[in-house]
T-cell receptor, first 115, second 113 residues
């Protein structure tokens, strides 16, 4: 069945370092991907998204890379700050023109940033 | 601007008791609405989605039900809670369509004892 998974459950970095969080997806027909950040006890917050017709998209301090050949998604955070500490989820959209967004989430990677 | 509210934020319920979690969205019309559950240390599992009033689709067989009595109101219910219903429940909305981000509420943590 469809699944989205993450390679590393926990990533520890020093403040100021660049962070890379990886994600593998299984459905080659997925047309849209999102990264969310979730702080403890809160709902997920949108970080950045990318459509399947792109392979890179940049935001403020964040970059998402999409490699459709190997079905791999990554989130790069530049100059990581303590406030970036959270669990990060990737999600793939399997809606297939159903009229709603059917997002399948990975299990998450915890990012720990040390000052 | 659009906002989403869900409540209660936390509740502890005995096994066999009923459940009602409510979610409302403001500042938009005709949203898609979703209920997700998140087990401890895990990802989000889609439970229900709705594309309109009275239109509910279930993604997984379970002890829960959902209703959408108004355009921007989504309710998650159970007649008799099970221990396995414990978790963090998240309501979300999105613009009608096939792609686009979901906007999540702050979540409701349910503990069934």
């Amino acid at each position: 069945g469809e699944s989205v998974g993450l390679h590393l459950p926990t990533l520890s970095v020093q403040e100021g370092d660049n962070s890379i969080i990886n994600c593998a997806y299984s459905n080659s027909a997925s047309d849209y991907f999102i990264w969310y950040k979730q702080e403890s006890g809160k709902g997920p917050q949108f970080i950045i998204d990318i459509r399947s017709n792109m392979d890179k998209r940049q935001g403020q301090r964040v970059t998402v890379l999409l490699n459709k050949t190997v079905k791999h998604l990554s989130l790069q955070i530049a100059a990581t700050q303590p406030g970036d500490s959270a669990v990060y989820f990737c999600a793939e959209n399997l809606s297939m023109n159903t009229g709603f967004q059917k997002l399948v989430f990975g299990t998450g990677t915890r990012l720990l940033v040390s000052p | 601007s659009q906002t989403i509210h869900q409540w209660p934020a936390t509740l502890v319920q005995p096994v066999g008791s009923p459940l009602s979690l409510e979610c409302t969205v403001e500042g938009t019309s005709n949203p898609n609405l979703y209920w997700y559950r998140q087990a401890a240390g895990r990802g989000l599992q889609l439970l229900f989605y709705s594309v309109g009033i009275g239109q509910i689709s279930s993604e997984v067989p379970q002890n829960l039900s959902a209703s959408r009595p108004q355009d921007r109101q989504f309710i998650l219910s159970s007649k008799k809670l099970l221990l396995s219903d414990s978790g963090f429940y998240l309501c979300a909305w999105s613009v009608r369509g096939n792609t686009g981000e979901l906007f999540f509420g702050e979540g409701s943590r349910l503990t069934v004892l």
